[in-house]
């Protein structure tokens, strides 16, 4: 994405970043404390940007921060003073009347060059301060990547933490009669905007995950009439293949330095356990070595550890090792089966599917197994995949005929459907973008 990032964030002889248009306090005194067990989404009033574009920018910072369910936009018709210059103190009181605990004002402008300038300013209201205050450069194609950015420093001043806003997923899309489904390799911003194809859908492609730190991802695809691991460069198009494994290959990740892919292979004796390929060795490591099916690997976030899926306990339970497979260990003993665990960004949490009492289930358990919590139940519905803030789950469910995408927050209090063309499944989601 750098490529894109170097036109995208220019100011003067800088040769990208983010330029702060005033000096900001030594200390904030508005902030929301998410690692508290519920937290009540925080007043925020954000008036339309000024400039031509500037309804549409404000709209999509607006949208975001309020699918995060962190923060509650107010209604502009109940809004008092009338912003007509963004970069004035506004009328504090006039905010406070309507219980909003930050403002947020911006303008949008265009340049000699064709380029938008965006530049926004964050206020803390009952502080009667502003608290952040930038500018942005981008062309025309990048516009709703500046209004994700905005978002993202607007969520990590509050917050403390990095936002999630700027990043991309990469998804299934499936089109066409049931019996005949057309799968395609596609990517979309978070938001579920920008879609492009990255496969023609002549062949079943499954299971796409992106690198930790490249804007590459790894995925299977069955065109050769058997499954194949390739890893494909997104913003080039060059794919090359992992290797020729005999028998089945099943759900590649990438380790955390993306030096590595760890997968499950079916041998002939029909077992499957794991195996981590070094990408530029091509040397394979076997990590398991059970009558079972082991599959469905993740490591952590700092590489020490990986969490798998394995039934050679009678039923699918979820285990952790070390990176070379030392000291397998079950971790899960609640009722029901559990598939598809993925460690935390953060290295707090494992995501995972469970399939009890007849329904399908996204959880959240702590590394050693306990403090389980089920975030979403329903019918057919599995595949979590983190934000990378690690504060954010999104899967798939099958509804009304097929599979869509959906993501809840770490409370299972803020379920958001995410708006896609066709029928979507198997999501991943990219790191930051840079």
């Known amino acids: 994405m750098k490529s894109i990032l170097k036109p995208l964030l220019m100011v003067a002889a800088m040769a990208m970043g983010i330029v702060s248009v005033a000096t900001l306090p030594a200390r904030a005194t508005l902030e929301l ?55 004035a103190p506004p009328r504090y009181e006039d905010w406070k009347v309507i219980n909003a605990q930050a403002l947020v004002t911006g303008s949008v402008s265009k340049e000699a060059d064709g380029r938008i300038r965006a530049q926004y300013r964050l206020w803390d ?14 062309n025309d194609a990048n516009q709703r990547r500046v209004a994700h950015i905005i978002a993202d420093a607007i969520y990590e001043k509050i917050t403390g933490e990095k936002g999630y806003f700027d ?18 390799l596609a990517i979309m911003d978070q938001d579920g905007a920008n879609v492009r194809y990255l496969s023609d ?124 497979g030392s000291g397998q260990t079950r971790i899960s003993f609640g009722d029901g089966v559990y598939s598809t665990p993925v460690w935390s960004p953060r290295g707090d949490l494992i995501a ?31 595949g979590p995949t983190w934000a990378p803030n690690g504060r954010v789950l999104m899967f798939f469910r099958d509804s009304n005929g097929g599979p869509k995408l959906v993501s809840v927050d770490l409370t299972g209090r803020n379920e958001q459907p995410i708006p896609t063309a066709n029928f979507a499944s198997d ?4 790191p930051l973008l840079e």
């Open 33 to 87: 404390n998410v690692n508290k067990g519920n937290v009540e989404p925080m007043p925020i009033a954000i008036p339309d940007f000024q400039g031509e574009l500037g309804a549409q920018i404000s709209a999509i910072v607006t949208a975001d921060l309020k699918r995060s369910g962190l923060f509650a936009p107010i209604d502009k018709a109940a809004f008092v003073e009338k912003i007509t210059n963004p970069d």
């Open 125 to 138: 209201i009952f502080g009667n301060t502003q608290l952040a205050g930038e500018q942005f450069f981008a």
């Open 167 to 184: 990043t991309r997923v990469v998804f299934i899309d499936e089109s066409g009669a049931k019996n005949a489904r057309k799968k395609r």
């Open 201 to 324: 859908g002549k062949s079943i492609v499954l299971t796409p995950r992106f690198s930790p730190n490249r804007q590459e991802i790894t995925y299977m695809s069955y065109e050769s009439g058997q499954p194949r691991v390739y890893l494909l460069q997104i913003e080039t198009g060059q794919r090359e293949l992992v290797g020729n494994f005999p028998g089945m290959t099943f759900a590649p990740r990438f380790s955390p330095d993306g030096q590595k892919v760890i997968m499950s292979l079916l041998r002939d004796d029909g077992n499957s356990n794991i195996f981590a390929m070094d990408l530029r060795s091509r040397s394979t490591t076997r990590l398991t070595n059970s009558t079972a099916i082991d599959t469905s690997p993740s490591y952590s976030p700092d590489g020490s550890k990986i969490v798998f899926t394995s039934d050679r306990g009678g039923r699918a339970q979820i285990y952790v090792m070390g990176s070379d």
């Open 352 to 382: 995972f599917t469970k399939q009890s009492g007849g329904e399908f289930q996204i959880g959240v358990m702590k590394t050693d197994g306990s403090g389980e919590r089920i975030l979403s139940s329903g019918f057919q519905q599995e």
């Open 427 to 430: 999501p991943a989601w990219s």
